[in-house]
């Protein structure tokens, strides 16, 4: 690497200093961090962007909404996919109602929303975490367990943003943002093809019983490893996780935003093994739709419970 001399205004130069002495790290560091970000972004937002103002025309850039992802398609061929989650009451200040170690309740939230944008078919870059605690020792503590899990995806990069230092808080909360890039043509959402399997891969898991399935080597609820493999599968075609609205909620998604006729297998409900109806919590459960032919390859890599439902029609 080859030093370069910059010049910035001083409240620029005190507000990197405040994010190197928080996470640890020099100040050279956060600057090259930055310039990174920065700079995949320029890659791939095509020229609608003037560098010296960073002003970009809305009406150049067509945006949708597919279930609780934002979608914005780029002149260049490219999307970017935005994704969030939250959490209040869970994790280990006095008055959570469900206690859970800062490190794995940050593991957890960070797995659910990289799975959110890893199943559009996009590539998460960057996620921004913003928590209503203090830092240390509670936010410090759910911030690794953020960048332990963003460790899984190379090209992820971790901006821990505020906590609240103002006021003592009592319970938990937290919000979480993906930004995920991608080719638009290679993008998963509403890419089921007429005939397709549809399929329930995990087991719907919600409170204490995710924090058991973690500690049971997660052999039953699908983590972000899982999804990574499969969206990179040109014979699966549409994945969508699965959360409070249960399985049942997933499949009634799939038909709104798809446009999808879906023909549930004959005597499905006597034979299956989950509870469509329940809560897939922090989406413990996928949906996928697949070539029938590729059903017993997918199970052979992907090792979790897995439960076709029905077909396209």
Do not use: C, W
């Amino acid at each position: 690497m080859e030093p370069i001399n910059i010049r910035l205004p001083k409240e620029k130069i005190q507000r990197i200093d405040e994010i190197a002495i928080k996470n640890g790290i020099k100040r050279s560091e956060v600057i090259r961090q930055a310039l990174t970000i920065y700079l995949q972004l320029l890659e791939n937002i095509g020229d609608f962007v003037e560098l010296r103002s960073l002003r970009i025309s809305r009406e150049e850039i067509p945006t949708s909404n597919f279930g609780d992802l934002i979608i914005m398609k780029l002149k260049n061929g490219q999307a970017i996919v935005l994704a969030n989650t939250s959490s209040g009451g869970i994790g280990s200040k006095h008055e959570d109602e469900i206690k859970l170690d800062g490190k794995v309740f940050g593991q957890l939230m960070a797995r659910t929303v990289i799975i959110k944008v890893l199943a559009s078919g996009a590539q998460p870059i960057a996620l921004i975490a913003n928590l209503s605690v203090e830092f240390f020792p509670t936010g410090s503590r759910i911030f690794q367990g953020i960048r332990e899990e963003a460790l899984k995806i190379k090209t992820l990069k971790v901006l821990e943003g505020h906590t609240e230092e103002n006021i003592k808080t009592k319970q938990t909360g937290i919000g979480i943002t993906v930004l995920g890039i991608g080719s638009e043509k290679e993008l998963k959402m509403g890419k089921s093809l007429k005939n397709d399997i549809i399929a329930a891969v995990g087991v719907p898991k919600v409170g204490y019983e995710v924090i058991s399935a973690i500690n049971a080597n997660a052999r039953d609820i699908i983590m972000v490893e899982d999804v990574l493999k499969l969206s990179k599968m040109s014979y699966v075609h549409e994945i969508i996780p699965v959360g409070h609205e249960g399985i049942k909620g997933g499949l009634k998604m799939m038909e709104h935003i798809g446009g999808y006729r879906i023909k549930m297998e004959r005597g499905i409900e006597e034979r299956l093994k989950v509870d469509i109806e329940k809560s897939a919590g922090p989406s413990t459960v996928i949906l996928l739709t697949l070539e029938e032919e590729s059903i017993e390859q997918v199970k052979r890599i992907i090792k979790k419970p897995f439960q076709v439902l029905g077909r396209i029609t």
